[in-house]
């Protein structure tokens, strides 16, 4: 990231001191005239053509974002619905861990679901043939 910075300036700083060069050779004044105006201006040459300059920069960077509009919006519509998938597998994953446990409990050996009071070999109530103790 600190080599773009210092290639940024690297390009940077050449331009503005060529501009300021530009402004510093060019003072001259020149009559600017709009047609169907009926007014004349006296601008510095520097002035006008800089101003020329960063306004073709400004309608070509205007240009080239219009131009992305078809890639923005495809952007978009591609993370929303990457996100309505990730938010349909999360509901799919917790409805298939409520299913592992529902099979896992439908699945379980009888022993398994008995109380722990009978498992430790604790009487069972009495039937009518015979007193049960489990173990």
Request: charged share 15%; net charge positive; aromatic share 8%.
């Amino acid at each position: 990231m600190k080599f773009a910075r210092h290639l940024s300036w690297l390009f940077t700083l050449p331009l503005a001191l060529l501009a300021v060069s530009f402004a510093i050779s060019n003072r001259g004044h020149v009559a600017l005239e709009l047609w169907p105006l009926p007014f004349t201006m006296e601008v510095p040459l520097f002035a006008l053509v800089l101003a020329v300059f960063v306004l073709g920069f400004l309608l070509g960077g205007l240009v080239a974002w219009m131009g992305q509009h078809s890639h923005r919006r495809a952007e978009r519509q591609h993370q929303s619905r990457a996100d309505r998938l990730a938010r349909e597998l999360e509901q799919a994953k917790t409805r298939a861990t409520a299913a592992e446990a529902r099979l896992a409990e439908l699945t379980a050996p009888p022993s398994a679901a008995t109380p722990p009071a009978i498992a430790a070999g604790a009487p069972v109530a009495a039937t009518p043939n015979s007193l049960v103790t489990a173990g």
